[in-house]
C-alpha cells in the first residue's frame, strides 16, 4: 500500500498505455536506408543500453528450478489483455503464460513470432498476418486465425483498451489468415500495436470467451454475439490459457502473494514444439508483488526472491554496487519522466471547441511561454540525475531516449542555465505584471517522489528566490490519475512515451485528444500544436521512413521550443539477481537471430532462463 | 438421571465457567467436525454470553444492545468518510486508467452506483452486507469476503504470536519487578521497560531487519549482525512450519518488545499494590513461601488492568498492524486496508472495517465478561 | 508503540501504586524518604530535556541554524561534518537543522492534538462519570465506537476530507492532521477520566457537599476535578509520547502535510539508506526516543508523585 517510490511518479498498474509498444513492420525497415540520423539506431551503446551485462551465464543451460520473481506492483483485474491494466509488473506473468504476435529484435524491427509473415497493400489500409502452423494454446486448442480475430476482437471492443484501436476496422479470419481493414485511413505502424503490448499476446478463444465480461457478451458492444452469450459464462478472468512456455498453476491477488506457473511440456518451442528447440528450462516461475522497493530489495538479498525489477535509479545503483547479485539495467526504448505543465487555453485547433470554457486554468503562469522556459532553466538535471538518479539515470531533453526515433542530441529544449532563466523569468513577470508566480507542483504520496520533486523546488529557489512559490501538493494513488485526466492541476510530476514508434504517442499528443478540463482528455495538459499534429499524422500516414524521423524530430524541437513538459530524466529499469540465475534477459529468437533484450520499461523473456545445476536456490 | 442432574447443578453452579468450557467445545469441535467456521463461532459465542447473562444479566443485556448500533456507526463513518473524497469517478480511472473510453467509465461508475447520494450507496451495502454480500474488489475483482479469508489468517497469527510473546516477557518480568519493587532489580527492569516503550515499532523494525536479516553495519571488515532471520514475504503454517516461523520472527518481536513494555509496567504498578494487602501479610505470616505468594495469590488479582489492556490492544491488532506488516510484506489485513483505501477501493475498505469493528467489539465483549466473571466485585466498576 | 497499529496503553487509575519502599518503619517516615526521594536526577534531566527541545524549536529562528528547506550541493547523504554536524540527508538539506526545526512539528502536533484531547476528553469523562446512568451509557457507547475505529482509516479520512489535496494548503493539512490526532486521544483520556470521576465522585466529602446542598456543578470544578488533574496530567504526558509516534507514523504513509520538515518524514526518508547513511534516520530517531522516553518518565513520576493509595488513607 505504499504506492511505489520511483523517479516517475506514477504507480505501474495505471498506465495501460504501456501495452501499446509500437513495432516497426520488418519491411519498412528493411526500406530504409542506413538510418544514422541522430543515432536512432539501437544499436548504439552510447546512447543506449547503460549496462548489458548478461555474464553470469556459464555453459549450457540446465533443466530444473522455480524462480521466485519479485515484482513492483500487483496486477489487477486478473490476466486477459482486454481487461487487466497492464504495467510492467503485469508483464511477467503475461510473458510467463503466453507469447506475442511478433517479436523486436536487436535493432528495434519488429519481426513475427507467432506470426508467420506480415503483409499490407498499397495504401497501407489492409494489413494480413499469416499465422505458423501447429501451435496449440495450453487447452490444446490451436492459434488459428480464428483465435487471433476474436482476441483482436476483444481488445477492439473493450472500454479498456478500446481507445487505443479505435482505428481497427473489420477483421477477417480464414485458416491461418487473419486480415484486417483500417478506419481512419492509412495506418503504417499498426503491426506495433499488436506486438509487444498486452494485446499482442495470444490467449485461448475458448477461455476468453467464457470471460463474464468479454465485449462478445454485452449488448451493446458492436462485438455482441447472441449465441456466445448463451453460453455459461464461468471462466475465470484470473485464471489465463495461454500458449506460453509455462502453464498457469495459481494466482492470489494482493501484496506479498503470488503468482505461479509450471513448465509447459508442449510449449512450441519446446522439445515437442515445431522450432526444434528445447524450452523453457525452468520447472516454474513464481510471481511475488512486492511493492515496498526496500522490502523487495531486501528479499533479494537475503535470498527470498531469485530475481526483482525496479525502476529505482538509486536502488539501481546500489544494487550495481552490490558484488552478491548480478544486474542488468536498460533505458531503451524506455520512458521519459517528466512535469507536466497546464496549458489549457483558448480553441482546440482540430474539434474547435473551447479548452477551458470555465476559466479555470486562468491564473495559472504556466499559459506564459516565457514563465515556463525560465523554469526549463531553472532545473539542474545532472545534479537530479547525480543525487536523485544514483549517478546512473541520464538527463533527458525530450521525449525520446537515445536509441529511439525522434532522438536528437540537441533538441532546443532549454538548457540549465541560471542567467537565461533569470532572464525569462524577468520577461515572464513583467509579462504578467506581477513580482511572484505561485502554483501547485502536484506529484504521487510516495517519499521518494516527494524528494525529488523537493530538490526541483529548492532548486528554484535557488535560482529565483522569492519570485517563484512552488508549493508540492503530494496526491494519494487513487486520485492520482483523476486529476491528470480532468486537468485540475497546475504543474503535475508524470512518467510515459516509451516505444519503439512515436506513433504510439498520438493519442497523447494530438489536438482532439484535448479535452475541456473537467472531461477526460488523454492529452493531460491539454495543449494544441499545429506543429504537431502535423507531424503526428505524417507518422501515422507517411510510410517514407525518413519523412517519418524527421517529423518525430520536428516534435521533439517543438516540445523544446514550447516547454509543454519539462523533461527530467529517461527512466532506467534494472533486472537484479543471484548469481545462480542465468540467461536473465537472454532473447535468442526462434530463428536464431538475437531478439532484443530488457527493453520497453523493464520487460524481458523468461522463457530462457536458466539456474545453476537446475535449482533456484 | 441422578448424573443428568448432577451436571445441571455443576452448571447452575458455576455457570461461566461451564458454558466457556462448553464454547471451546464447540469451536474445536466445529472445527474437527468440518462446520462452517462462522456457525461454530456464533455458537460458542452464544453460549458465552448465556453463561454471562446467567452471572450478570442487566449488564451483558446493555453491552449486547449497543453491539449492532456500534458496528452500523463505525462502518457508516468510514463509508462517508471514505467516499467523499476526491472525484466520484475516481475508481473508474483506477480500474481502466487515462486510457478507459467515456462509456467504459460511465459503465463502472453505474456499476458501483457512483453517483447516488451518499446514503443510499451506503444502505445498498448495509443491505448487501447483511446478507453476507461484501462485494466484490473493483481493483482486483476477487470478491472481498475471499481477500479478507486470505489475509485474516495472517494478521490473526502475527496478533497471537506477538500477544504470546509479550506476555510470556512480561509476566514474569513483572512480577519479579514488583517482588523487588524500588530497589536495584526493579529499577533495571522498569529502566528497560521504559526504553523499550519508548521506541517506535517502525523505527524497531527498521533496526531489526537492518541486524538480523541484513547482515548489520559494516565498518571496513568487521560487521556486526548476522543475516539469520529473513526480511519479508510469508509462508503459511500449512506450508512449511518452520519456515512459517522464521519469517513471522522479525514482525512478531517487532511488533511484541513494546506491547511487553507496557505490560510489564501495568502489571508490576498492580501488583506492588496488590502486595500491600493485608492478605497478603497474612499468607507471609503463615509462612507461604514467597514463590508461591507472587505466583498463586497475588497474580489473579492484580491482573485486572492487564487484562484490559490487553484486550484492548488485542481487538485493535485484529484489524492487522499496519506499519509491520508493510514493512515485512506481510500479506495481512492491515496491508489490505491500507492498499485498498489509497486505491479508493471502497468496497474492501468497508468489508475490512466491517470485520475489524466486528472483531474490536466482540473481543471488548468477552474481556468485559471475562472481567465479569473472574471477579464480580468489578463487574461496575470497569473503566 | 506506533499507536496506529496498538492502541494507545490506557492505564486504568483505579489500581494505583505508591513506590514506597514497603520496608519502611513508620508512615510518616515513609512520606518523608517518599517526599525526598521524589523528584529525583531523572526526573529533571527528563524535564531538562523537554525545555531544550521546546525552546530550540520555539526559537529556531534565532538559532544560527542553516536554512531546513535548503538544499546544499556535493553533500546529499554526506555524515556528520564539521558544516553539517548530523550530516545530510538525500537530497543534501542539513540533518542538524532539520531535526531541531522537525521537532517543531512533531511537538506543535501532539501538543495541540494532546490539550484539545485533554480538554474534551475531560469533559466528557467528567460528565460521564459524575452523572452515571443513561448518560454514562451513552457516552461509553460512542467512547467505544470511537475507539473500534483504525486509526489510520480514521485519520487518512479525516485529513483528506477536510483538507483535500490540491483545494488545501499545506498549514491547513496539518491542522487538520493535528484535529485527526485529537479525536484518536479523546477516547482514551476521556475513559481515564471518567474512571477517575467515577472513584472519586463516591467518596464521603462529596456526599457531604451534596448534602449541603452545592450544585453540580460546583462539586464537579471545585471537588472532583482536582482530584482526578494527576492522573490525567500523567495520562497526558503518556498520550502526548505516543502521539508523536503517530504523528511520524502518519508521515509514514504520507497522510498530511509530506513536504515539510518532521521527524517522521525524515525518518522515512532516510529509511532506505539505514545501512549506508545511518545518521540520516538515526539522529531523528535518537531524538524522538529521547523525547518519548522524558515524556513517558515524566508522566510516570507525576502519577507516582500524586496517586495515594487507597488503603493508606
New interface residues.
Given amino acids: 500500500m505504499i504506492p511505489s517510490k520511483r523517479p516517475g511518479d506514477l504507480v505501474d498498474r495505471q498506465r495501460p498505455w504501456v501495452r501499446r509498444r509500437p513495432w516497426l513492420g520488418a519491411f519498412l525497415v528493411l526500406m530504409l536506408a542506413a538510418a544514422a540520423c541522430g543515432g536512432n539506431n539501437g544499436d548504439d551503446d552510447d546512447a543506449g543500453d547503460a549496462n548489458q551485462d548478461t555474464s553470469g551465464d556459464e555453459g549450457e543451460p540446465v533443466q530444473g528450478g522455480t524462480l521466485v520473481y519479485g515484482l513492483e506492483a500487483d496486477t489487477a483485474n486478473g490476466w486477459a489483455p482486454y481487461r487487466t491494466s497492464c504495467a510492467t509488473s503485469c508483464y511477467i506473468p503475461f510473458t510467463a503464460v503466453s507469447d506475442s504476435l511478433f517479436a523486436v529484435n536487436d535493432d528495434g524491427e519488429i519481426v513475427p513470432l507467432l506470426a508467420e509473415s506480415v503483409d499490407h497493400n498499397d495504401d497501407y489500409t489492409e494489413w494480413t498476418i499469416t499465422l505458423k502452423d501447429g501451435i496449440k494454446f495450453h487447452d490444446g486448442t490451436p492459434l488459428d486465425a480464428d483465435a487471433v480475430k476474436f482476441n483482436i476482437e476483444t481488445c477492439v471492443g473493450s472500454p479498456l483498451t478500446g481507445a487505443a484501436y479505435a482505428s481497427v476496422g473489420p477483421i477477417t479470419a480464414s485458416g491461418q489468415t487473419v486480415t484486417i481493414a483500417t478506419k481512419n485511413g492509412p495506418w503504417v505502424a499498426l503491426p506495433a500495436y499488436f506486438g509487444y503490448g498486452a494485446c499482442g499476446y495470444m490467449f485461448s478463444k475458448d477461455w476468453l470467451s467464457s470471460l463474464p465480461d468479454v465485449p462478445h457478451r454485452s449488448p451493446n458492444n458492436p462485438f455482441y454475439d447472441a449465441a456466445l452469450a448463451a453460453t455459461p459464462a464461468d471462466g475465470d478472468p484470473a485464471a489465463p490459457i495461454g500458449l506460453g512456455a509455462f502453464k498457469f498453476e495459481s494466482y492470489e491477488p494482493g501484496n506479498g502473494n503470488s503468482f505461479r506457473a509450471v513448465r509447459n511440456e508442449d510449449y512450441w518451442r519446446g522439445p515437442n514444439g515445431i522450432t526444434g528447440e528445447n524450452l523453457p528450462y525452468l520447472d516454474a516461475i513464481e510471481a511475488v508483488a512486492s511493492v515496498d522497493i526496500d522490502s523487495r530489495a531486501n528479499a533479494l538479498r537475503s535470498g527470498e526472491f531469485d530475481i526483482m525489477h525496479t525502476a529505482n535509479a538509486e536502488t539501481i545503483a546500489e544494487l550495481m554496487d552490490d558484488d552478491s547479485v548480478e544486474t542488468v539495467t536498460s533505458d531503451r526504448y524506455g520512458e521519459t519522466n517528466y512535469i507536466m505543465l497546464n496549458t489549457a487555453q483558448g480553441t482546440n485547433l482540430m474539434t474547435g471547441a473551447q479548452i477551458d470554457p470555465q476559466g479555470a486554468n486562468a491564473d495559472n503562469p504556466m499559459l506564459n511561454l516565457h514563465c515556463r522556459r525560465a523554469l526549463a532553466h531553472g532545473i539542474d538535471l545532472d545534479r537530479l540525475a547525480e543525487e536523485r538518479g544514483g549517478g546512473i539515470s541520464t538527463p533527458a531533453n525530450g521525449p525520446f531516449p537515445p536509441g529511439s526515433r525522434g532522438y536528437l542530441e540537441d533538441s532546443g529544449y532549454p538548457a540549465y542555465d541560471i542567467d537565461a532563466a533569470q532572464a525569462e523569468m524577468d520577461t515572464c513577470l513583467s509579462d504578467l505584471g506581477t513580482d511572484s508566480i505561485s502554483f501547485d507542483f502536484n506529484t504521487t504520496n510516495d517519499p521518494f517522489n516527494v524528494e525529488t520533486n523537493t530538490l526541483i523546488v529548492s532548486m528554484w529557489q535557488e535560482a529565483f528566490g522569492d519570485e517563484v512559490n512552488a508549493t508540492i501538493t503530494p496526491i494519494e494513488q487513487g486520485q492520482y490519475i483523476g486529476i491528470a485526466l480532468l486537468g485540475n492541476f497546475d504543474v503535475f510530476a508524470w512518467r510515459n512515451h516509451g516505444g519503439t514508434d512515436p506513433d504510439q504517442q498520438l493519442l497523447w499528443w494530438i489536438s482532439a485528444a484535448s479535452a475541456p478540463i473537467g472531461s477526460q482528455a488523454l492529452n493531460f495538459g491539454r495543449f494544441s500544436d499545429e506543429v504537431i499534429d502535423e507531424n503526428l499524422i505524417t507518422i501515422r500516414t507517411n510510410p517514407d521512413e525518413d519523412a517519418r524521423t524527421e517529423a518525430a524530430e520536428n516534435i521533439n524541437k517543438r516540445f523544446g521550443e514550447e516547454v509543454y513538459n519539462l523533461w527530467t530524466s529517461w527512466t532506467i529499469w534494472g533486472i537484479s539477481s543471484q548469481p545462480y540465475v542465468n540467461d536473465q534477459v537472454l532473447n535468442t529468437l526462434p530463428d536464431g537471430s538475437k531478439g532484443i533484450e530488457l527493453a520497453f520499461a523493464g520487460r524481458h523473456q523468461l522463457n530462457q532462463i536458466w539456474c545453476d545445476n537446475g535449482e533456484c536456490e | 438421571m441422578p448424573r443428568v442432574r448432577a451436571l445441571w447443578d455443576a452448571v447452575r453452579r458455576k455457570p461461566g465457567l461451564t458454558t466457556t468450557a462448553g464454547a471451546l467445545v464447540v469451536l474445536v469441535g466445529g472445527w474437527l467436525v468440518g462446520l462452517p467456521m462462522l456457525l461454530s463461532f456464533l455458537g460458542a459465542f452464544a453460549l458465552v454470553v448465556v453463561g454471562a447473562s446467567v452471572v450478570n444479566g442487566r449488564y451483558v443485556r446493555r453491552r449486547l444492545f449497543i453491539l449492532v448500533p456500534t458496528i452500523v456507526l463505525v462502518t457508516a463513518f468510514t463509508f462517508y468518510l471514505e467516499n467523499s473524497r476526491g472525484d466520484t469517478r475516481d475508481l473508474a480511472f483506477q480500474i481502466l486508467g487515462p486510457g478507459g473510453t467515456e462509456e467504459g467509465v460511465d459503465q463502472i461508475v453505474q456499476e458501483f452506483h457512483l453517483d447516488e447520494p451518499m446514503h443510499t450507496r451506503y444502505l445498498l451495502w448495509l443491505s448487501d452486507a447483511v446478507r453476507g454480500d461484501l462485494g466484490r474488489s473493483a481493483i482486483q475483482g476477487q470478491p472481498v469476503s475471499e481477500v479478507i479469508a486470505n489475509a485474516a489468517p495472517v494478521s490473526l497469527q502475527l496478533m497471537i504470536y506477538a500477544q504470546v510473546l509479550a506476555l510470556a516477557v512480561a509476566v514474569p518480568m513483572g512480577v519479579y519487578a514488583a517482588y523487588k519493587a524500588n530497589r536495584r532489580g526493579d529499577r533495571i527492569a522498569s529502566t528497560f521497560a521504559l526504553a523499550a516503550l519508548s521506541i517506535p515499532n517502525f523505527v524497531l523494525a527498521v533496526v531489526l531487519i537492518l541486524f538480523f536479516a541484513l547482515g548489520g553495519i559494516r565498518t571496513g571488515d568487521t560487521s556486526i549482525g548476522s543475516t539469520w532471520l529473513p526480511a519479508a514475504r510469508y509462508v503459511p503454517f500449512g506450508q512449511d512450519p518452520v519456515e512459517h516461523f522464521r519469517h513471522m520472527a522479525l514482525p512478531a518481536i517487532a511488533l511484541a518488545l513494546g506491547q511487553a513494555a507496557g505490560y510489564m509496567r501495568i502489571l508490576r504498578s498492580d501488583m506492588i499494590g496488590t502486595l500491600q494487602e493485608n492478605f497478603i501479610t497474612t499468607a507471609k505470616a503463615k509462612g507461604v513461601s514467597d514463590r508461591r505468594i507472587l505466583w498463586a495469590h497475588a497474580l489473579r488479582p492484580s491482573s485486572f488492568t492487564l487484562l484490559t489492556v490487553f484486550g484492548v490492544n488485542t481487538a485493535t491488532l485484529v484489524g492487522g498492524a499496519l506499519i509491520i506488516e508493510t514493512l515485512f510484506t506481510l500479506p495481512g489485513l492491515g496491508t489490505q486496508l491500507g492498499t485498498a483505501i489509497f486505491q479508493k477501493d471502497f468496497l474492501v475498505v468497508q468489508g475490512i472495517v466491517l470485520v475489524i469493528a466486528v472483531g474490536f467489539v466482540l473481543v471488548n465483549f468477552l474481556v468485559d465478561l471475562l472481567y465479569a466473571v473472574l471477579d464480580p466485585r468489578v463487574r461496575h466498576v470497569r473503566a | 508503540?506506533?499507536g496506529?497499529?496498538?492502541?494507545v496503553?490506557?492505564?486504568?487509575s483505579?489500581?494505583?501504586?505508591?513506590?514506597?519502599?514497603?520496608e519502611a518503619a513508620i508512615l510518616a517516615e515513609a512520606d518523608e524518604t517518599y517526599q525526598a526521594r521524589k523528584l529525583g536526577f531523572w526526573f529533571w534531566a527528563s524535564v531538562g530535556w523537554l525545555a531544550f527541545l521546546v525552546l530550540s524549536a520555539v526559537f529556531a529562528d534565532l538559532l544560527p541554524l542553516k536554512d531546513p528547506?535548503?538544499?546544499f550541493?556535493g553533500v546529499?547523504r554526506d555524515g556528520p561534518s564539521a558544516a553539517h554536524w548530523f550530516g545530510a540527508d538525500?537530497?543534501?538539506h542539513d540533518v542538524f537543522s532539520r531535526t531541531l526545526y522537525g521537532a517543531r512539528r512533531s511537538l506543535a502536533v501532539a501538543t495541540v492534538a494532546t490539550l484539545v484531547g485533554f480538554t474534551v476528553g475531560g469533559v466528557i469523562g467528567l460528565v460521564s462519570g459524575f452523572y452515571r446512568r443513561t448518560l454514562d451509557?451513552a457516552i461509553v457507547?460512542v467512547l467505544?465506537?470511537m475507539?473500534?475505529?483504525?486509526?489510520?482509516?480514521?485519520a487518512?479520512?479525516?485529513v483528506?476530507?477536510f483538507a483535500?489535496?490540491?483545494r488545501a494548503?499545506?498549514t491547513s493539512q496539518t491542522v487538520w492532521a493535528t484535529f485527526a490526532l485529537s479525536i484518536l486521544a479523546v477516547p482514551t483520556i476521556a475513559?481515564?477520566a471518567?474512571?477517575q470521576t467515577?472513584v472519586w465522585a463516591d467518596r464521603d466529602f462529596v456526599l457531604a457537599s451534596r448534602t449541603l446542598g452545592t450544585r453540580n456543578l460546583r462539586i464537579i470544578v471545585r471537588e472532583v476535578l482536582p482530584n482526578i488533574l494527576p492522573a490525567m496530567v500523567s495520562i497526558a504526558f503518556i498520550g502526548l509520547?505516543v502521539l508523536i509516534?503517530v504523528e511520524?507514523?502518519l508521515a509514514?504513509?504520507?497522510v498530511g502535510d509530506?513536504?515539510g520538515v518532521s521527524w517522521g518524514?525524515m525518518?522515512?526518508?532516510g529509511?532506505?539508506q539505514?545501512?549506508?547513511a545511518?545518521h540520516m534516520?538515526l539522529f531523528p530517531?535518537l531524538f524522538?526516543?529521547m523525547t518519548?522516553?522524558s515524556l513517558?518518565?515524566v508522566g510516570?513520576q507525576v502519577r507516582t508523585f500524586f496517586d495515594v493509595?487507597e488503603?493508606g488513607i
Fill in positions: 508503540m506506533s496506529l497499529d496498538t492502541a496503553v490506557s492505564t486504568s483505579e489500581h494505583v501504586t505508591l513506590g514506597v519502599d514497603a528547506m535548503a538544499t550541493r546529499a538525500n537530497i543534501g451509557d457507547a467505544d465506537i475507539l473500534a475505529i483504525p486509526g489510520l482509516v480514521l487518512l479520512a479525516l483528506a476530507f483535500p489535496p490540491g494548503s499545506p475513559r481515564v471518567r474512571a467515577m509520547a509516534v511520524a507514523a509514514f504513509f504520507g509530506v513536504s518524514i525518518i522515512q526518508n529509511r532506505s539505514v545501512d549506508r545511518p534516520v530517531a524522538m526516543f518519548i522516553l513517558n518518565f510516570d493509595r488503603s
